[in-house]
């Protein structure tokens, strides 16, 4: 079906794949009204990266507040918008930017079904405060009516042998076998140096975040826009699972990086991190990096000795 898919720059409804070069405002002003099921994106958080211009903080309110005023527009009425969001950082002290942003989702009316905390274990190492290890996807729908579908993006029960043990359904499994609910807190591993996925790009998506707010917020053929497309994340993410995706980028070298992840999507050959996949734990893997050495350094004293060739004298 996507063998020979055209990646086009303009919007356009009967298009599968957008990848705007530019502005996103520009890009959002040619969507029509409610024509896409779902609104995903990690905005710059103007802390300085080299794609941003570090702003006063009411100066990027005003702007991210113009391109979620779009996204509303063009949001269908059974859709939902997921920002994705870290702290913005002042003088060593941080303001997380979804308590800032969600006065602005709540006044266009907009509804919070979940603030997702996204937990990872890998990133700055703080010396002033405790090290961030989470940040938030606040998701907003328009309506009461949003689709939501869980049962593509159950994961493994607990404890799925457990059964009810009274009552008319005693002796039956209690659980759902599709699964449970993945609930609020999602621990994905970030896209750091090791991770499978790592470009050059400074804070990509991994992709199995986004696939999980695809599979459940939006159905086949729907559009998933994502305004701050960096490197083509939630389009990926929205050609895997047969959905049209479109996205804006403003700098080039990520726009190109977009288009080789699309092609390498669409051929079966980019290399992902499967969703579901369980975290790496270094002591069920046998890591021998996981013991301290100087736990052991009593006991190791007489050998130490010995290697370091310490003459003795008998006088
Ligand atoms: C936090 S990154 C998004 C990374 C993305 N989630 C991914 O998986 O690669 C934000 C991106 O927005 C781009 N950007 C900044 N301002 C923009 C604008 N006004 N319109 C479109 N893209 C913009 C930046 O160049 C940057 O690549």
Same mark, same amino acid.
């Given at each position: 079906?996507?063998?020979?898919?055209?990646?086009?720059?303009?919007?356009?409804?009967?298009?599968?794949?957008?990848?705007?070069?530019?502005?996103?405002?520009?890009?959002?002003?040619?969507?029509?009204?409610?024509?896409?099921?779902? *609104?995903?994106?990690?905005?710059?958080?103007?802390?300085?990266?080299?794609?941003?211009?570090?702003?006063?903080?009411? !100066?990027?309110?005003?702007?991210?507040?113009?391109?979620? #005023?779009?996204?509303?527009?063009?949001?269908?009425?059974?859709?939902?918008?997921?920002?994705?969001?870290?702290?913005?950082?002042?003088?060593?002290?941080?303001?997380?930017?979804?308590?800032?942003?969600?006065?602005?989702?709540?006044?266009?009316?907009?509804?919070?079904?979940?603030? *997702? *905390?996204?937990?990872?274990?890998?990133?700055?190492?703080?010396?002033?405060?405790? #090290?961030?290890?989470?940040?938030?996807?606040?998701?907003?729908?328009?309506?009461?009516?949003?689709?939501?579908?869980? &049962?593509?993006?159950?994961?493994?029960? !607990?404890?799925?042998?457990?059964?009810?043990?009274?009552?008319?359904?005693?002796?039956?499994?209690?659980?759902?076998?599709?699964?449970? @609910?993945?609930?609020?807190?999602?621990?994905?591993?970030?896209?750091?140096? @090791?991770?499978?996925?790592?470009?050059?790009?400074?804070?990509?998506?991994?992709?199995?975040?986004? /696939?999980?707010?695809?599979?459940?917020?939006?159905?086949? &053929?729907?559009?998933?826009?994502?305004?701050?497309?960096?490197?083509?994340?939630?389009?990926?993410?929205?050609?895997?699972?047969?959905?049209?995706?479109?996205?804006?980028?403003?700098?080039?070298?990520?726009? #190109?990086?977009?288009?080789?992840?699309?092609?390498?999507?669409?051929?079966?050959?980019?290399?992902?991190?499967?969703?579901?996949?369980?975290?790496? &734990?270094? /002591? !069920?893997?046998?890591?021998?990096?996981?013991?301290?050495?100087?736990?052991?350094?009593?006991?190791?004293?007489?050998?130490?000795?010995?290697?370091?060739?310490?003459?003795?004298?008998?006088?």
């Amino acid at each position: 079906m996507f063998q020979d898919i055209n990646i086009s720059k303009k919007f356009s409804p009967a298009e599968r794949v957008v990848v705007y070069p530019g502005d996103c405002l520009a890009l959002l002003k040619g969507v029509p009204d409610g024509a896409l099921q779902l *609104i995903v994106t990690s905005p710059p958080y103007n802390i300085g990266k080299e794609y941003e211009k570090k702003l006063n903080l009411n !100066k990027y309110l005003e702007q991210q507040a113009a391109v979620i #005023s779009e996204c509303v527009r063009a949001l269908s009425d059974k859709g939902s918008i997921c920002w994705q969001v870290g702290n913005y950082v002042y003088g060593g002290a941080i303001v997380p930017l979804d308590t800032v942003l969600y006065p602005i989702f709540n006044d266009l009316g907009l509804k919070m079904r979940n603030r *997702i *905390i996204w937990h990872f274990e890998h990133g700055l190492h703080c010396s002033r405060r405790f #090290s961030g290890r989470y940040e938030t996807i606040i998701w907003f729908t328009k309506t009461k009516n949003y689709v939501f579908n869980l &049962d593509p993006v159950r994961i493994p029960q !607990k404890y799925p042998g457990k059964k009810y043990f009274k009552g008319p359904k005693a002796g039956q499994y209690s659980c759902n076998p599709l699964g449970k @609910n993945p609930g609020d807190l999602w621990v994905i591993p970030n896209v750091k140096s @090791n991770h499978v996925e790592k470009t050059i790009h400074p804070c990509q998506f991994p992709v199995e975040l986004i /696939e999980r707010l695809v599979l459940s917020l939006s159905n086949e &053929d729907d559009w998933v826009l994502d305004p701050f497309l960096g490197t083509g994340t939630s389009v990926i993410a929205a050609i895997r699972h047969n959905r049209r995706g479109a996205g804006a980028e403003t700098v080039q070298k990520y726009v #190109s990086l977009t288009h080789d992840r699309i092609k390498q999507e669409i051929a079966g050959t980019l290399k992902t991190r499967p969703m579901n996949k369980p975290v790496y &734990d270094p /002591e !069920k893997a046998g890591n021998s990096l996981r013991i301290a050495p100087w736990k052991n350094q009593e006991k190791s004293n007489q050998p130490r000795l010995l290697e370091k060739h310490v003459r003795f004298s008998a006088k």
